[in-house]
T-cell receptor
Framework: GAVVSQHPSRVICKSGTSVKIECRSLDFQATTMFWYRQFPKKSLMLMATSNEGSKATYEQGVEKDKFLINHASLTLSTLTVTSAHPEDSSFYIC????????????FGDGTRLSIL | EDQVTQSPEALRLQEGESSSLNCSYTVSGLRGLFWYRQDPGKGPEFLFTLYSAGEEKEKERLKATLTKKESFLHITAPKPEDSATYLCAVQAAPGGGNKLTFGTGTQLKVEL
């Protein structure tokens, strides 16, 4: 089945640090990838849609200069949390959708980000 | 604005005790309704896609159904390994792109 790999699975770092998270589709090509944030016992909140070869589309209220997204190839998207602060601590999950028609989004296993 | 409401918020079943989870949705036009399973500390795992009212899909002990306003995930004779949070999401059309709107999930616990 479709596999999405997300790395790292857990990051603990100091306030002010920038953190990069990678999302790879291992066995399919994805022109579109998605970045979500999930709070405890809450649903997934879409942050942005990552489009291969073009700028990401951010949801309302998400700072694009804070959460930098790059989608340089059909199998890799990265999310960089710049100058992270404790309020950025969360569970970040990526998903990728096979470029062929009528395919669902497949999710990575998430990154637990803790900012001290 | 697209909305997805799931109930109950939490459900505790005995092994073998069948039940149903509900997903009510409001969208301008439904392109697809998706069910996912999420284990603690993991990303959601895809289960089903439903496209039109009357459609049903089955996988092992799970069966998903769809009407014009809601979807049900029926769990028949559940086992402890079915314990997880079950998420429902909708994709709207037209103009929704590939964006999914998720409900808050039903946390299922199946006990021996």
């Amino acid at each position: 089945g479709a596999v999405v790999s997300q790395h790292p699975s857990r990051v603990i770092c100091k306030s002010g640090t920038s953190v990069k998270i990678e999302c790879r589709s291992l066995d399919f090509q994805a022109t579109t990838m998605f970045w979500y944030r999930q709070f405890p016992k809450k649903s997934l909140m879409l942050m942005a849609t990552s489009n291969e070869g073009s700028k990401a589309t951010y949801e309302q209220g998400v700072e694009k200069d804070k959460f930098l997204i790059n989608h340089a190839s059909l199998t890799l998207s990265t999310l960089t949390v710049t100058s992270a602060h404790p309020e950025d601590s969360s569970f970040y999950i990526c998903s990728a959708r096979d470029s062929r028609a009528n395919q669902p989004q497949h999710f990575g296993d998430g990154t637990r980000l803790s900012i001290l | 604005e697209d909305q997805v409401t799931q109930s109950p918020e939490a459900l505790r079943l005995q092994e073998g005790e069948s039940s149903s989870l509900n997903c009510s949705y409001t969208v301008s036009g439904l392109r697809g309704l998706f069910w996912y399973r999420q284990d603690p500390g993991k990303g959601p795992e895809f289960l089903f896609t439903l496209y039109s009212a009357g459609e049903e899909k089955e996988k092992e002990r799970l069966k998903a159904t769809l009407t014009k306003k809601e979807s049900f995930l029926h769990i028949t004779a559940p086992k402890p390994e079915d314990s997880a949070t079950y998420l429902c999401a909708v994709q709207a059309a037209p103009g929704g792109g590939n964006k999914l709107t998720f409900g808050t999930g039903t946390q299922l616990k199946v006990e021996l």
